[in-house]
């Protein structure tokens, strides 16, 4: 009882770390982040291009009003690297989505209800050690099937996404574009905020009514700052567009990691398991050796 109690308590051990893994809020949380993540980065693209879109109207009716249209330039380049990036994107979306949201699932199912199997027959070993030991073998091996699908799903979208590499996708690898894109609007703004600034306080002096010329230049200048203030936000949300995707793919990536290493130790503790009981209750086994031995 002690030899089949170790080999039985080995197995339910590596059996407890896969399912931790598997369950949700491991594997398939993680993966459900990953999803998530993913699905949400056209909705980010289009409010970044709204709100592009929104700027740029505003400062076409101030377009008398020095740097305007280079704050347009800048904006017109963030629009077309904006609409660069989500064409990219949606070229890879679909095969990045079949991968996470078809194979990782069915895989995590099978290993489930797998393990469900080999639970049951855990319990078996004492009654039937042989035949219980034979049958988690076979059940190893589909889990096996599973995780070799599990580790080519990694190297799919290590494929996909070609991280690393000069050929990754634009939507991937546009901080080459951006980084100067961003540069230059904080250069015109903080040209501008200085220009403004001083025709603001001269407006401030010499206003003394709505309708002199003054006062109507101040409230354009306060307008067009408020304005040239909100250029920044759409640039930001696209600079920081791929940093959640790449956190949540790095999640993923260590999550099959896991998975392998879970594998490797459940695999390596059948097989001394089933060694050790070949070697006690082999041919020369007496049936009635744990009726007997009392």
Same mark, same amino acid.
Not at 41 to 66: C, H, M, T, W, Y
Not at 196 to 219: G, H, V, W, Y
Not at 238 to 255: I, R
């Given at each position: 009882?002690?030899?089949?109690?170790?080999? #039985?308590?080995?197995?339910?051990?590596?059996?407890?770390?896969?399912?931790?893994?598997?369950?949700?809020?491991?594997?398939?949380?993680?993966?459900?982040?990953?999803? &998530?993540?993913?699905? &949400?980065?056209?909705?980010?693209?289009?409010?970044?291009?709204?709100?592009?879109?929104?700027?740029?109207? @505003?400062?076409?009716?101030?377009?008398? *009003?020095?740097?305007?249209?280079?704050?347009?330039?800048?904006?017109?380049?963030?629009?077309? +690297?904006?609409?660069? *990036?989500?064409?990219?994107?949606?070229?890879?979306?679909?095969?990045?989505?079949?991968?996470?949201?078809?194979?990782?699932? !069915?895989? $995590?199912? *099978?290993?489930?209800? /797998?393990?469900?199997?080999?639970?049951?027959?855990?319990?078996?070993?004492? %009654?039937?050690?042989?035949?219980?030991?034979? =049958?988690?073998?076979?059940?190893?091996?589909?889990?096996?099937?599973?995780? $070799?699908?599990?580790?080519?799903?990694? =190297?799919?979208?290590?494929?996909?996404?070609?991280?690393?590499?000069?050929?990754?996708?634009?939507?991937?690898?546009?901080? %080459?574009?951006?980084?100067?894109?961003?540069? &230059?609007?904080?250069?015109?703004?903080?040209?501008? %905020?200085?220009?403004?600034?001083?025709?603001?306080? %001269? $407006?401030? /002096?010499? #206003?003394?009514?709505?309708?002199?010329? =003054?006062?109507?230049?101040?409230?354009?200048?306060?307008?067009? =700052?408020?304005?040239?203030?909100?250029?920044?936000?759409? +640039?930001? #949300?696209?600079?920081?567009?791929?940093?959640?995707?790449?956190?949540? !793919?790095?999640?993923?990536?260590? #999550?099959?990691?896991?998975?392998?290493?879970?594998?490797?130790?459940? @695999? &390596?503790?059948?097989?001394?398991?089933?060694?050790?009981?070949?070697?006690?209750?082999?041919?020369?086994?007496?049936? @009635?050796?744990?009726?007997?031995?009392?």
């Amino acid at each position: 009882e002690n030899i089949v109690g170790g080999v #039985a308590g080995k197995i339910r051990s590596a059996v407890d770390a896969f399912k931790k893994i598997i369950c949700k809020g491991c594997l398939e949380g993680i993966v459900q982040n990953f999803v &998530d993540v993913l699905v &949400d980065i056209p909705r980010l693209l289009r409010n970044s291009q709204q709100a592009i879109g929104d700027v740029q109207r @505003k400062l076409a009716e101030f377009s008398e *009003v020095p740097f305007t249209g280079r704050v347009q330039s800048v904006l017109q380049r963030a629009k077309s +690297l904006a609409d660069a *990036v989500q064409a990219d994107f949606l070229d890879v979306l679909k095969d990045i989505n079949d991968v996470i949201t078809i194979d990782l699932p !069915y895989t $995590a199912d *099978v290993i489930k209800d /797998t393990f469900e199997f080999v639970s049951n027959l855990i319990d078996r070993l004492f %009654k039937s050690p042989l035949q219980s030991i034979s =049958e988690i073998s076979k059940a190893q091996k589909k889990i096996k099937g599973a995780v $070799a699908i599990i580790l080519s799903t990694k =190297e799919k979208l290590k494929g996909i996404l070609k991280l690393g590499d000069s050929k990754a996708p634009l939507w991937l690898n546009f901080q %080459k574009e951006w980084k100067p894109l961003w540069k &230059d609007a904080v250069s015109v703004f903080d040209e501008a %905020k200085a220009f403004l600034a001083d025709r603001l306080a %001269k $407006a401030k /002096t010499l #206003a003394t009514n709505i309708f002199d010329r =003054e006062s109507q230049e101040l409230f354009v200048a306060q307008t067009v =700052e408020k304005v040239f203030a909100d250029v920044f936000h759409p +640039l930001e #949300a696209l600079g920081n567009l791929t940093a959640p995707f790449l956190n949540a !793919y790095n999640l993923v990536v260590d #999550a099959i990691v896991s998975v392998k290493d879970a594998y490797t130790q459940f @695999k &390596d503790f059948i097989a001394d398991g089933k060694s050790l009981l070949l070697g006690v209750f082999g041919p020369k086994f007496d049936a @009635k050796f744990l009726k007997t031995r009392r």
